[in-house]
């Protein structure tokens, strides 16, 4: 397995979120979005609901309220 570094643009308060969660479960940004997109390729859920629970109250503290239904309606301001 061959690692590349990428930057990428994500919405701010997301980003906080997911910083947030890898800090919470003690993994790095990137280890914790790999995992994210790996499962979703196989159409699985990467969260149980320990984890869930802990993602609201994150999205509460940051401010998240974008939703899947969001996705693909993101434009640059």
Do not use: C, W
């Not at 910083?19 to 003690?26: M, S």
């Not at 499962?39 to 899947?68: M, N, R, S």
């Amino acid at each position: 397995m061959q690692r590349t570094q990428t930057g990428l643009r994500i919405e701010r308060n997301t980003l906080k979120v997911l910083k947030g969660l890898a800090e919470y479960l003690d993994m790095s940004l990137g280890d914790l979005v790999e995992g994210i997109v790996l499962h979703a390729f196989e159409g699985k859920a990467p969260f149980g609901p320990e984890t869930l629970a802990k993602i609201e109250q994150l999205k509460d503290v940051y401010g998240l309220t974008l939703t899947a239904g969001d996705a693909h309606r993101l434009e640059e301001r």
